[in-house]
Each structure stands twice: as structure tokens, then as C-alpha cells.
């Protein structure tokens, strides 16, 4: 049985992969992902999946794995051990998990690494599912190292010691970078429906959703716990914040939505630590997601 610390430890891992969950939706709609839709909590968080047109017209869906630092040696991205105990070795195991996942629907792997604290990516990069496990039989033949045979249900994606330098550059030949410039620059109308105004363009947001979001919250900012002001009619004022926002392609939905106060909102624009604040709404949205989940 798990102890209250390990719950703790594991519960904070998956808190700080959901900041890093962020920035690859960001990446993916500033490389021209439109249409994207995705659910940054509830009870399965740790399948991070995400629906999407890709800037060739092809609808994905994207399965995205951040990376483990094996220290000195390399970034690597592992897969559910918990396979090996149904496949003789890693690479079964790797074909079983991306089996497991084309049979959820997913189209590619977008393999990512980076600073789980503030979000910034030094790895985004978009894979085939078909491709993986191929390449991480091609990585196998080109590394020699006993610690990566002990741990071969993985793929590099950044080598840090030359004994992973191999591999790591067959991972970049087989990908895509997402954090490179686009190719292909989408226009507004491509993805999201706007009225235009004065000050550029305005994107239509659902009053129903809006709603919802503050009745979940009840009166409460979900950034940083204070009760709204009471209004003029006789409510808790508390205003919504899409954390991956609607200019940058974000679903308005409620699993990218958060009530907040007008503070914490301000903040999220225009603060020196705006991506520490943005960190903690994300963290707040998948607490509050694994919390609906649990009374499902």
C-alpha cells in the first residue's frame, strides 16, 4: 500500500506534468494545430491526449509523454512498466503501450521535455505511431549502455552523455520539432470563430461554459483560494481565465477554463511571474478534474 508521502510525491509529479501539458498545446497551436480539444484533468490525467488539425488538414489525435532525466545521461521518455509483466523485453513493451494507444484513437506521439516548474519546452517533437517502435529498436542497436538495457521501454529524446548521442540523433531525424518557426501560418478563421471590433479580433466565448465554471468554483478563486467581492446582486464576483487561450487555439471548454479572481486574473496577463501563476491554475484545474472524477 502506498504510503501518504509516495501518494503526496505522485500526486505533485502529475501536477507539474500538467504545466508542461500546456506549453506542448501551445507549441502545437502556434506550429498551426487547430481545432484543438483536450482535457486537462479528471481521473485518467496521465493519458494526455489531444484532438487536432494539423497545418496539412489531416485530423490527429496527439499522445503526449513527457521525458524522465536519467541524470548525466539523457532525457528519456519511458513507457508503463506494467507491460513488461504481458512481453519478454522494452521493446514489446513499447509496441503494447502505442498499441494500447492507437486503440484510444491516437495518430502520433509528440515526445516533449523541458522545465516542469515554468513551463518552458527544450523538446517538442511529433512522432508517427506506427514509427516508435521501430525507432526505439533503432536507438537499442545504437546504444551501448547497461543502464538503458535495464530501462529499454524507453525512447531518447536529448543525450546529455555521448553514450546517448546516437540515439538521440535518430530520434531527431525521425521527428518533427514543434518549437521550430511554422511552416505554415494560420489565419484566425482557419480555427476559431471572431467578431471583429475595433481593437482587432474578438473570440466568441460560450456563456454556458462560463457558467459552469463559476458554479463549480462557488464564490471561490481557484488560483488562490480568497472568496470574490460580493456584486451589486448580491454574488461572489469572480472572473474566467482560459489558460490555454482562445487566441492560441485553446478549446473553451471547462478543462482549460478557471474561475479566478480579478487579482489572480490581472496576473496571469500582466505579472512579472505570470507563468508561475499560470502553473498554479493548471495545477487547479486537474485537482478540481481528478476531484469531479472521483464523485463521478
Same mark, same amino acid.
Given at each position: 500500500?502506498?504510503?501518504?508521502?509516495?501518494?503526496?510525491?505522485?500526486?505533485?509529479?502529475?501536477?507539474?506534468?500538467?504545466?508542461?501539458? @500546456? @506549453?506542448?498545446?501551445?507549441?502545437?497551436?502556434?506550429?498551426? &494545430?487547430?481545432?484543438?480539444?483536450?482535457?486537462?484533468?479528471? +481521473?485518467?490525467?496521465?493519458?494526455?491526449?489531444?484532438?487536432?488539425?494539423?497545418?496539412?488538414?489531416?485530423? $490527429?489525435?496527439?499522445?503526449? +509523454?513527457?521525458?524522465?532525466?536519467?541524470?548525466?545521461?539523457? =532525457?528519456?521518455?519511458?513507457?508503463?512498466?506494467? +507491460?513488461?509483466?504481458?512481453?519478454?523485453?522494452?521493446?514489446?513493451?513499447?509496441?503494447?503501450?502505442?498499441?494500447?494507444?492507437?486503440?484510444?484513437?491516437?495518430? #502520433?506521439?509528440?515526445? !516533449? /521535455?523541458?522545465?516542469?516548474?515554468?513551463? $518552458?519546452?527544450?523538446?517538442?517533437?511529433?512522432? @508517427?505511431?506506427?514509427?516508435? %517502435?521501430?525507432? !526505439?529498436?533503432?536507438?537499442?542497436?545504437?546504444?551501448?549502455?547497461? &543502464?538503458?538495457?535495464?530501462?529499454?521501454? *524507453?525512447?531518447?529524446?536529448?543525450?546529455?552523455?555521448?553514450?546517448?548521442?546516437?540515439?538521440?540523433?535518430? /530520434? =531527431?531525424?525521425?521527428?518533427?520539432?514543434?518549437?521550430?518557426?511554422?511552416?505554415?501560418?494560420?489565419? /484566425?478563421?482557419?480555427?476559431?470563430? $471572431?467578431?471583429?471590433?475595433?481593437?482587432?479580433?474578438?473570440?466568441?466565448?460560450?456563456?454556458?461554459?462560463?457558467?459552469? $465554471?463559476? =458554479?463549480?468554483?462557488?464564490?471561490?478563486?481557484?488560483?488562490?483560494?480568497?472568496?470574490? &467581492?460580493?456584486? /451589486?446582486?448580491?454574488?461572489?464576483?469572480?472572473?474566467?481565465?482560459?489558460?490555454?487561450?482562445? *487566441? =492560441?487555439?485553446?478549446?473553451? %471548454?471547462?478543462?482549460?477554463?478557471?474561475?479566478?479572481?480579478?487579482?489572480?486574473?490581472?496576473?496571469? #496577463? &500582466?505579472?512579472?511571474?505570470? !507563468?508561475?501563476?499560470?502553473?498554479?491554475? *493548471?495545477? *487547479?484545474?486537474?485537482?478540481?478534474?481528478?476531484?469531479?472524477?472521483? @464523485?463521478?
Amino acid at each position: 500500500m502506498a504510503t501518504l508521502a509516495e501518494g503526496r510525491e505522485e500526486r505533485d509529479h502529475h501536477e507539474r506534468e500538467v504545466v508542461l501539458f @500546456s @506549453s506542448a498545446v501551445r507549441a502545437l497551436a502556434a506550429q498551426g &494545430f487547430s481545432h484543438l480539444d483536450f482535457d486537462i484533468g479528471g +481521473k485518467k490525467a496521465r493519458r494526455r491526449y489531444v484532438s487536432a488539425r494539423a497545418p496539412s488538414g489531416e485530423n $490527429v489525435v496527439i499522445w503526449i +509523454k513527457s521525458s524522465t532525466h536519467w541524470r548525466d545521461m539523457a =532525457e528519456a521518455v519511458r513507457f508503463p512498466w506494467k +507491460k513488461l509483466s504481458v512481453s519478454p523485453d522494452g521493446q514489446s513493451a513499447v509496441a503494447l503501450a502505442c498499441e494500447s494507444a492507437a486503440q484510444r484513437g491516437a495518430t #502520433h506521439l509528440l515526445a !516533449i /521535455a523541458g522545465n516542469d516548474r515554468n513551463g $518552458v519546452l527544450s523538446v517538442a517533437r511529433l512522432y @508517427s505511431l506506427a514509427r516508435v %517502435t521501430a525507432l !526505439i529498436a533503432e536507438q537499442a542497436a545504437l546504444t551501448d549502455s547497461v &543502464f538503458y538495457r535495464a530501462h529499454s521501454a *524507453a525512447l531518447i529524446v536529448y543525450a546529455y552523455s555521448p553514450e546517448f548521442r546516437a540515439a538521440a540523433d535518430a /530520434a =531527431e531525424r525521425a521527428g518533427e520539432d514543434i518549437l521550430s518557426p511554422p511552416l505554415h501560418t494560420q489565419t /484566425a478563421s482557419e480555427g476559431q470563430t $471572431v467578431v471583429r471590433g475595433r481593437s482587432g479580433p474578438v473570440y466568441r466565448r460560450d456563456p454556458k461554459i462560463r457558467a459552469k $465554471v463559476l =458554479e463549480i468554483a462557488n464564490g471561490h478563486c481557484e488560483c488562490c483560494g480568497e472568496e470574490g &467581492f460580493l456584486s /451589486a446582486s448580491g454574488e461572489r464576483y469572480l472572473e474566467t481565465h482560459h489558460v490555454v487561450g482562445v *487566441a =492560441e487555439r485553446g478549446p473553451d %471548454t471547462i478543462a482549460n477554463i478557471i474561475a479566478v479572481c480579478p487579482t489572480c486574473h490581472r496576473k496571469a #496577463h &500582466f505579472a512579472a511571474e505570470h !507563468i508561475e501563476v499560470e502553473r498554479r491554475m *493548471a495545477e *487547479a484545474i486537474y485537482r478540481r478534474g481528478r476531484k469531479i472524477g472521483k @464523485s463521478a
